[in-house]
Structures are given as structure tokens and as C-alpha cells.
């Protein structure tokens, strides 16, 4: 069975500073993928950021980027000049390798999430 | 593009009565959507998977019976509560993924927030 585990229940970061958000994961497999994922208060689900178990760079996008250490298996997201807006919860989520030729995809197991909230 | 939607965004319905959440994909045929559940101030549990034309595959501890899955095409997923009580007062959000689309391939719609009176 697979895990993710946010041991972060909450951050603070003051602006324009930078914050790494904590996520361990536990599988079996051997092909998975790691997400970032941002909800603010509206409730909607922001992908942020991608990373395949084989991918042998860490992914980035913008201010984000993803400290991929396969061999802790963490996956730690970090985001960079931090912005007011920048405050909501995030989710680390895994998806497991998806089963072929059943024409299903794969589903997400998410992590409790961390709360950020950005300072002035 | 991916772009999901969920109708209705907020409902408010009486205990014992039913009431149904719409997932659409707008710009591309799911060929699997989910269905998650969020209680205040945690994370989204998966309540069943769903592929167009087949039926739902619950997750452990969700009553089939009392949580009605359809997905009748591949842009159109329906989840309906029935017999709603107030523990069933949530955040429904749905996701919708193409195999055909990129790694990150749950696109969530906005999500429905449930509250049984």
C-alpha cells in the first residue's frame, strides 16, 4: 500500500523568503509519480508540480521546485520568493503505477497537507 | 485546456433526501474520473473510480449502496448522495484523467460542498 506522510501541519514564511514543504512517501513500486498540489480557501485543487520516479532531474516550475531523493524517498517541495497569495494548504500526493491494459488510470493518494501562510 | 466542472458548487439539502453532484470534463473525453471527499481541514480521501461505461470501483469502507456513481459518457460523471444525514456534510471534489494526456493527468474540478440539514 502506498503512503505519503506531511509531518508539517503548518508554516510560516515571511514574505519573499523561501519555505521547503516536507513529503515521504512509502511504495513497492517501482514507476510512480509525485505531485504538488495547492488549495486555497476556495476549495479548488492547483496542480503545482510533477515528478516521475525516473526522472533523474528535479522538477521545476517557476518558483517551484521539487527536492526529489528517491533513495529517503522524499520529495520535498520548494517555493521560492514567497507571495501573500502563496498562503493556502498543500498536498503531496503519489500516484501509483497504473494498471495495463485495463484502460484505467492510476489514482492519487494524497498526504494531510501542510498549511502555509506567508507573512508580511 | 482540461478544464473540469462540478455543478452544483454549494448544496444544502434536508436529512433523508437525495442529492446529486455533476462532474464534467469540458474540453476532453475522461476515460476515468474519481471522486474524492473532504472533511474540514483534511486531506482528500478517494471514495471510488469510475470508467466510462462500467461500473465504479469503491474504495474500501464507501457504501456503494448510499454513494451512486454513473459515468453514462465520457465528459459526464455523476455522483449522487442518497438518503443524505449530516455526517455526510462535505466537500465532494471530483477529478477526471485521459490516458492520452500528460503525467499529471487528474484534472479536479472545482469542487461541491455538501451540507445535510
Known amino acids: 500500500a502506498q503512503k505519503i506522510t506531511q509531518t508539517q501541519p503548518g508554516m510560516f514564511v515571511q514574505e519573499k523568503e523561501a519555505v521547503t514543504l516536507d513529503c515521504t512517501y512509502d511504495?513497492?513500486?517501482?514507476?510512480?509519480?509525485l505531485f504538488w498540489y495547492k488549495q486555497p480557501s476556495s476549495g479548488e485543487m492547483i496542480f503545482l508540480i510533477y515528478q516521475g520516479s525516473y526522472d533523474e532531474q528535479n522538477a521545476t516550475e517557476g518558483r517551484y521546485s521539487l527536492n526529489f531523493q528517491k533513495a529517503r524517498k522524499s520529495a520535498n517541495l520548494v517555493i521560492s520568493a514567497s507571495q501573500l497569495g502563496d498562503s493556502a494548504m498543500y498536498f503531496c500526493a503519489m500516484r501509483e503505477a497504473p494498471v495495463l491494459n485495463t484502460g484505467t488510470a492510476s489514482k492519487l493518494t494524497f498526504g494531510t497537507g501542510t498549511r502555509l501562510q506567508v507573512m508580511l | 485546456g482540461a478544464v473540469v466542472s462540478q455543478h452544483p458548487s454549494r448544496v444544502i439539502c434536508k436529512s433523508g433526501t437525495s442529492v446529486k453532484i455533476e462532474c464534467r470534463s469540458l474540453d476532453f473525453q475522461a476515460t476515468t474520473m474519481f471522486w474524492y471527499r473532504q472533511f474540514p481541514k483534511q486531506s482528500l480521501m478517494l471514495m471510488a473510480t469510475?470508467?466510462?461505461?462500467?461500473?465504479?470501483?469503491?474504495e474500501q469502507g464507501v457504501e456503494k449502496d448510499k454513494f451512486l456513481i454513473n459515468h453514462a459518457s465520457l465528459t459526464l460523471s455523476t455522483l449522487t448522495v442518497t438518503s443524505a444525514h449530516p455526517e455526510d456534510s462535505s466537500f465532494y471534489i471530483c477529478?477526471?484523467?485521459?490516458?492520452?494526456?500528460?503525467?499529471?493527468?487528474?484534472?479536479f474540478g472545482p469542487g461541491t460542498r455538501l451540507t445535510v440539514t
Open positions: 511504495t513497492s513500486d517501482q514507476s510512480y509519480g
Open positions: 469510475s470508467n466510462e461505461g462500467s461500473k465504479a470501483t469503491y
Open positions: 477529478s477526471a484523467s485521459h490516458l492520452a494526456g500528460p503525467p499529471y493527468e487528474q484534472y
